[in-house]
Nanobody, 125 residues
Framework: QVQLVESGGGLVQAGGSLRLSCAAS?????????MGWFRQAPGKEREFVAA????????YYADSVKGRFTISRDNNKNTGYLQMNSLKPEDTAVYYC?????????????????WGQGTQVTVSS
């Protein structure tokens, strides 16, 4: 069974940093052609955060995180990452990684076939 497992969430003060990881089990991570991160705050819809293609050579970010977050992937380690710097209270949400078999960059949740269970990120002011 294919699974994506996020880790690295937690409580951090505003201005701090966290690095989220997304590990694949049941399937080699490099077999996913595209990967993305989304987040969902209480009472809000799930929103796109960042996307990366198979090689890691192309990335795309939501305006709200551009310049603060960096998406990456290490196919040799079977893991994807989201480095989050200069965190703000409005970044508080459950963060989900997602993966897809098709090549490209996808910003819509419907573009991804595989999802992790989410990891909570809480930024205190």
């Amino acid at each position: 069974q294919v699974q994506l497992v996020e880790s690295g969430g937690g409580l951090v003060q505003a201005g701090g940093s966290l690095r989220l990881s997304c590990a694949a089990s049941g399937r080699t991570f490099s077999n996913y052609a595209a990967m993305g991160w989304f987040r969902q705050a209480p009472g809000k819809e799930r929103e796109f955060v960042a996307a990366i293609n198979w090689s890691g050579g192309s990335t795309y970010y939501a305006d709200s995180v551009k310049g603060r977050f960096t998406i990456s992937r290490d196919n040799n380690k079977n893991t994807g990452y989201l480095q989050m710097n200069s965190l703000k209270p409005e970044d508080t949400a459950v963060y989900y990684c997602a993966a897809e078999d098709r090549f490209g960059l996808f910003t819509a949740a419907q573009g991804y076939a595989y999802w992790g269970q989410g990891t909570q990120v809480t930024v205190s002011s």
